[in-house]
């Protein structure tokens, strides 16, 4: 059973986008809950277009779990934590999160399937409890829940900014200040539909705040500390590209095919994820060391810097 209060954050949304972002669900999986009758606002039946207020309650019966498609692969994991509600691993970078039609095998659900033969429905799918999603490119840290409760616990934190994430990113150009804040609308390309862009009508909330930890003058570098306040799709690689800090090796955003600095991918890493444990409460952190292909950039642009 799901049960949410309605808070501040949440008040005034439809109902399927509120219960969506209470259960860590799509948005098209929680419409189908409140059609089939699965959910209650205030101790009554639901529709998907009603208003949710503070102080309103949402109780959901997720359905029974169904077999997902994605297949356990065994594939190697680098497993920074795991106990029985949750596992954290440093995700390489070139692994998908997801299954999908370009990727249906050989993903990081695909590999937690393996590893964690014994994980409870998440979501109304028997699949490992993936609250956040890393790009591609990306590499770090990544949580996953293994049951629901813990999945709903993650979710309430993330959805209300409680999340500590801490990312790394080389990227060109030389900022005058040491640090900044970026609060940006991020939304759909206005004409490319599988890009982010803050030039849309249609944008969502966004801010970042970054740190220069180490300047390259002689390559046009800069590594930044990037901690987003929010979590929109692209949006770290999306508000540097607007300020004029296109990410290194970004070739969507940055028009950086990466080549002259020996990377293939966006140069950006999550190097910590802090949250709280869904069963004790206690505060955890934890950190992935810069993925060696950055490791060794970061090594030659200083070397670059020593040569002159």
């Known amino acids: ?138 590499s770090g840290v990544l949580v996953a829940a293994k049951h629901d409760e813990a999945h709903l616990a993650l979710a309430e934190q993330f959805r209300d900014h409680r999340v ?28 490319d539909r599988k890009k982010m862009s803050v030039a849309t009508r249609a944008g969502r909330t966004a801010r970042s705040a970054w740190t220069v930890r180490r300047r390259f003058p002689a390559s046009g570098v800069v590594l930044l500390e990037v901690r987003p306040e929010t979590g929109r799709t692209h949006q770290i690689r999306v508000h540097l590209a607007a300020t004029g800090l296109p990410i290194v090796g970004d070739a969507v955003y940055g028009r950086s095919r990466g080549k002259a600095f020996a990377i293939a991918r966006p140069a950006l890493h999550a190097a910590v994820l802090g949250f709280d444990h869904p069963r004790s409460g206690e505060r955890r952190r934890f950190e992935a060391p810069l993925a060696p292909d950055l490791a060794e950039l970061v090594e030659s642009l200083a070397r670059r810097e020593k040569a002159g």
């Open 1 to 138: 059973m799901v049960r949410f209060v309605v808070g501040e954050a949440d008040a005034d949304q439809r109902l399927d986008r509120a219960l969506a972002a209470a259960a860590g669900i799509p948005r098209s999986r929680a419409r189908r809950w409140i059609d089939l009758g699965l959910v209650e606002l205030n101790d009554r039946p639901a529709r998907p277009s009603q208003r949710v207020a503070v102080g309103d309650i949402l109780r959901a019966r997720p359905p029974e779990p169904i077999p997902s498609a994605a297949l356990p692969e065994e594939m190697p994991l680098a497993v920074l934590y795991e106990d029985a509600d949750v596992i954290v691993v440093d995700k390489p970078a070139g692994l998908v999160v997801h299954p999908g039609p370009a990727h249906p095998s050989g993903t990081l659900v695909n590999a937690l399937l393996h590893h964690c033969g014994d994980l409870a429905g998440i979501g109304g799918v028997l699949r490992p409890g993936i609250v956040h999603r890393l790009d591609r490119g990306t």
């Open 164 to 191: 500590e994430r801490v990312y790394l990113a080389l990227a060109r150009g030389a900022p005058r200040e040491d640090s900044g804040r970026i609060e940006l609308p991020i939304g759909r390309h206005p004409r």
